[in-house]
């Protein structure tokens, strides 16, 4: 998930300190609800140490009911996309299936678009679901039979693009 909308630097504060706006308040619960009624769960997030990452990751985690284990990681703030999937792949806890985590463009938007093998637009607050057959983290996109593929993608807290029987690739950016 890419953080949700934050508001500009103020005076005195740095890019790391930014909040999120009122906008993005909202839209980061409406994703939380979204997320809870199409029946995704969360075993763990992580996130980048940035306040307006874990400004979103509180109100996801509040708006699904979560108690899921939590990560805050000050390398993830304006990390690349390959530092993101690491943190995924390479620290997983015991029975862990799905994890939620937290960041900013442009590597969060890269590692979306890496693991849908396609250029999407990543706005903020977009949230890309995605699934893999691999028995384990450290195993995902390790071989070409444990690529990830994207199930579901929210934008503004709505469903973007859904993968059912009925849907092709969502639209690529331009």
């Known amino acids: 998930m890419r953080h949700a909308k934050a508001a500009g630097e103020k005076p005195h504060e740095s890019d790391f300190e930014r909040c999120l706006t009122e906008d993005g308040i909202r839209i980061a619960g409406e994703t939380a609800a979204t997320l809870l009624s199409r029946g995704f769960r ?17 109100l996801v985690a509040e708006g699904m009911q979560l108690t899921a284990a939590r990560l805050d990681l ?7 996309a390959k530092k993101f999937e690491m943190a995924i792949c390479d620290c997983p806890l015991e029975d862990e299936s799905s994890v939620l985590i937290v960041g900013h463009n442009p590597g969060i938007a890269k590692l979306i678009c890496d693991w849908a093998d396609q250029s999407l637009s990543v ?52």
Do not use: M
Request: glycine content about 2%; overall charge negative.
């Open 123 to 174: 706005p903020t607050a977009t949230v890309a679901v995605f699934e893999s057959s691999a028995d384990t983290w450290h195993n995902v996109r390790r071989t070409k039979v444990h690529i990830p593929k994207l199930v579901c993608l929210l934008q503004h807290g709505k469903v973007a693009w859904p993968r059912d029987e009925t849907t092709s690739d969502p639209e690529l950016s331009e």
């Open 42 to 58: 969360i075993d763990r997030i992580i996130v980048s140490a940035a306040e307006r990452t874990r400004q979103t990751a509180d």
């Open 74 to 80: 000050d390398e993830l703030y304006l990390a690349p």
